[in-house]
């Protein structure tokens, strides 16, 4: 069920990959996650038409280092941009182009971009077909639609493989549902039994169980990790049927990889954030975090860290 998977010739070690998530997935983190197990690792959610304006900010969310194979995600609207910036050299060291077409943030949303998408399927499918021409791999993540008993994930799903999408990932959620509710299962076996490209399942997935009933109810090549992963970095080993390592030396790793690229106030604001999502279910978890989101310098995390990670973890 958990096995190497091969798109479009970029193999990857096994099929449950880290999904990209805004705020997060930094090159050092995607780093602790991929020592963690993930077979693929994307960046978080980078504007097209940020890159074609060359800011600086925007670049800095495509910093990657020796992580192989590598997969980015882009979001926009205009063919053309979109193009270009696939063939970009902010984009050349990526083995892997993903276009998000699910997202249902509202700032998104009504710029036309994310999941606003799959409401224009000529132009979600002219979005495809001009990445495709840069000559990268190129993936799609959509939604099974807009609102409560919308069925198109199927259809999507071929139309991003006729536009020459590799592999698509369907999130087993309309937009309106946000990131609530039970996955629709049924939708995601809809569009993998309508392709022939690889098809990733992505929502729900909280532990070794959840992923193993989306694979038996989807037949997906592979599921997608998202939040869960910021709360246990050992799902993917659970899943893979790997003994637990301890957190604390990861954490700590992460701590200076963060200041060392990003300085020391992103590090310290990332790292906090990060330090509380771990602490899910530790005695005295809300004392905990209150001290972490106090800490006023990274030393004083790795402090806490040093004192609050070294059991149970």
């Known amino acids: 069920m958990f096995r190497a998977v091969d798109v479009a010739g970029m193999v990857c070690p096994n099929n449950v990959f880290l999904a990209p998530l805004a705020g997060y997935t930094n090159y050092p ?8 197990g993930a077979g693929l690792a994307f960046t978080e959610m980078v504007s097209a038409k940020g890159l074609h304006y060359k800011s600086e900010e925007t670049k800095k969310l495509l910093y990657c280092g020796d992580e192989s194979p590598k997969a980015a995600q882009i979001f926009g609207s205009d063919p053309l941009i979109m193009r270009e910036i696939c063939e970009s050299e902010a984009l050349a060291p990526f ?23 799959m409401e224009n399927f000529p132009l979600a499918e002219k979005v495809v077909s001009e990445c495709v021409k ?15 008993g919308d069925r198109i994930a199927a259809e999507f799903a071929k139309l991003c493989e006729g536009a ?21 299962y049924e939708e995601i076996a809809r569009a993998k039994s309508a392709v022939k490209i690889p098809v990733f399942a992505n929502g729900g997935i909280f ?3 959840s992923a193993e009933s989306m694979m038996d109810r989807t037949g997906a090549d592979g599921v997608m990790i998202a939040r869960a992963a910021l709360y246990d970095p050992n799902l993917f080993r659970d899943i893979s049927g790997k003994a637990r390592m301890p957190v604390l030396p990861h954490f700590l790793r ?40 106090g800490a006023e310098t990274t030393d004083e995390v790795v402090r806490l860290a040093n004192e609050y990670f070294d059991r149970g973890f």
Do not use: W
């Open 207 to 209: 532990s070794r169980e």
């Open 164 to 184: 020459g999408a590799c592999m698509v990932t369907v999130h087993g959620r309309v937009r309106d549902m946000i990131y609530a509710g039970e996955p629709d």
């Open 134 to 148: 840069s000559g990268k791999r190129i993936s799609v993540k959509f939604r099974t639609g807009i609102k409560k």
């Open 29 to 36: 983190f995607r780093k602790m996650l991929l020592q963690f």
């Open 95 to 117: 083995d892997l182009i993903d276009v998000n077409m699910g997202c249902p943030m509202r700032k998104i949303v009504s710029n036309g971009e994310g999941s606003a998408l």
């Open 254 to 293: 992460l701590v200076a990889e963060e200041r060392e690229l990003f300085g020391e106030r992103f590090a310290l604001v990332f790292t906090r954030k990060i330090a509380a999502f771990l602490l899910k279910g530790a005695d005295d978890a809300a004392e905990k975090r209150r001290r972490f989101f």
